[in-house]
C-alpha cells in the first residue's frame, strides 16, 4: 500500500481531525475568554469527513484522532464515529476530550467504533482543576475514566499540562493514582500559542524538571517503537500505569513527527505551527475528486518543514490549539 512520505523519510500513519472549534471549557492557557463564534462557515459535515478519511486511508493512514476544540460538542458523533469506523483501512479511532460528557456519551461512542480515549485533566485536585479550566466538573470526568476502564477500552490516556506555580507539585500523587490503573498519563510542555505570550513567561516549565523526578524516584525509559509518536514513555515494577512526557521544545522533538492535522474546516495542517494551511474542503464535495484529492494531500507532503519555529518564538497561524485540533 502507499505510505504517506515527507522529503525527510518521515511516515504519516496518523490523522488528526478537528471537529469543531467550539468548546465549553474556558482553559487558563488555550481559550481562557472560552470561545467566541465568529460567523465564518461552519465545520465539516459526516458525508465530508468520510471522503477525507477515505482518501487518508488509501494513503495507508490507519489512525484517526477525532480533536477540537471539543469533539463531544459535536450532536453528530457518534454517527462520525460509526462511519469513520467503516472506512476500509482504518484500525484505530480515537478522542480527545475534556470529559465532561463522557459518562453520558462513552458507551454509545465504544459501541459505535471507538477505541482509544485522551481525556484532559490538568489537576488531580478539585479546586484546582475547576480554577485552570474554569469548570467544576471533575467529578464527572474521573466517573468518564472508571467508565472506560469497564468498558474495556483499548487505551486510556489523560494529559496533563505542565504549568509552573499551578500543577508543578502533583507528581507524587499521580503516581499514587497509576499505582493501580493501568492507564497512561501524558505530560504535556505547554506551548507558546498566538494568543498566550503573557500566561507562557509565568507558566511554563520545562519538562525535563518532571523526567529528572520520575528517573529519582525508579521510573525507567521504555524503549521506543519505531513508529512511536514524539511522547517518551516510563514505567515502573510498582505501577501498573505509565507516564508519558510530551516535550516540545526538546532538540529531537520534530523528528519523530507521525501526524498531519485537518482542521474542522477542512484546511490540512502540516505543522501544528506550521505557516499555511492546504485548503481540502473543496474537493470533499463530490467522489469525483478523489484522485485530484489524492494528489493534493501528497503534493503538500513535500513541503512538511523538518521542524517548527517555536525556539524562535514562531507560533505560525496558531492562536491557541483550540482552532486547529489540538
Ligand atoms: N478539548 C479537548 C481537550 O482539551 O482534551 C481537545 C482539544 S485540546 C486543544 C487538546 C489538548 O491540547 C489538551 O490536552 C490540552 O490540554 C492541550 N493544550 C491546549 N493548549 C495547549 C498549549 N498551549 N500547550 C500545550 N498543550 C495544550
Ligand atoms: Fe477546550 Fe480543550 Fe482548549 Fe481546554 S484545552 S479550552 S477543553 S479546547
Redesign the pocket.
Known amino acids: 500500500m502507499t505510505q504517506l512520505t515527507d522529503g525527510f523519510g518521515r511516515r504519516f500513519p496518523y490523522l488528526r481531525l478537528s471537529l469543531t472549534e467550539a468548546?465549553n471549557?474556558r482553559?487558563s492557557?488555550?481559550l481562557p475568554d472560552g470561545y467566541q463564534a465568529d460567523g465564518r462557515p461552519t465545520f465539516l459535515d459526516v458525508d465530508e469527513i468520510v471522503r477525507l478519511v477515505r482518501a487518508f486511508a488509501t494513503l495507508g493512514m490507519h489512525k484517526i484522532r477525532l480533536?477540537?476544540?471539543?469533539?463531544s460538542l459535536r450532536k453528530d458523533l457518534e454517527q462520525i464515529i460509526a462511519r469513520v469506523a467503516g472506512v476500509p483501512g482504518i484500525r484505530k479511532i480515537a478522542i480527545?476530550?475534556?470529559g465532561t460528557l463522557l459518562p453520558r456519551r462513552l458507551p454509545g461512542w465504544h459501541r459505535a467504533g471507538l477505541t482509544a480515549l485522551?481525556?484532559?485533566m490538568?489537576s488531580l485536585q478539585r479546586d484546582r482543576f475547576h480554577a485552570i479550566t474554569g469548570h467544576d466538573r471533575q467529578p464527572e470526568i474521573l466517573q468518564g475514566i472508571a467508565l472506560a476502564q469497564e468498558l474495556g477500552m483499548e487505551s486510556i490516556k489523560l494529559?496533563a499540562?505542565l504549568l509552573r506555580g499551578l500543577n508543578d507539585n502533583e507528581l507524587p500523587a499521580w503516581m499514587a493514582f497509576l499505582r493501580d490503573r493501568p492507564v497512561s498519563v501524558r505530560f504535556?510542555?505547554?506551548?507558546?500559542?498566538g494568543d498566550?505570550a503573557a500566561y507562557f513567561e509565568r507558566h511554563h516549565l520545562r519538562a525535563d524538571v518532571v523526567v529528572d523526578q520520575l528517573l529519582a524516584a525508579g521510573w525507567r525509559l521504555r524503549p521506543r517503537a519505531a513508529d512511536a509518536g514524539p511522547a517518551r514513555e516510563y514505567t515502573h515494577p510498582d505501577h501498573r500505569g505509565s507516564i508519558g512526557v510530551i516535550a516540545p521544545y526538546a532538540r529531537d522533538f520534530c523528528q519523530g513527527c507521525n501526524r498531519l492535522r485537518v482542521t474542522a474546516r477542512g484546511d490540512l495542517r502540516l505543522c501544528l505551527f506550521g505557516e499555511f494551511g492546504v485548503p481540502l474542503r473543496p474537493l470533499l464535495q463530490h467522489e469525483d475528486d478523489r484522485d485530484a484529492l489524492l494528489a493534493r494531500i501528497t503534493t503538500q507532503l513535500g513541503l512538511k518543514a523538518a521542524g517548527h519555529g517555536l525556539h524562535q518564538g514562531q507560533t505560525g497561524l496558531t492562536p491557541?490549539?483550540?482552532s486547529i485540533?489540538?
Do not use: K, Q
Request: charged share 15%; glycine share 12%; net charge negative.
Open positions: 468548546c471549557f482553559c492557557y488555550c480533536t477540537g476544540g471539543e469533539p480527545t476530550t475534556n485522551n481525556v484532559s490538568d494529559n499540562v504535556i510542555e505547554l506551548m507558546r500559542t498566550n491557541n490549539l483550540a485540533g489540538g
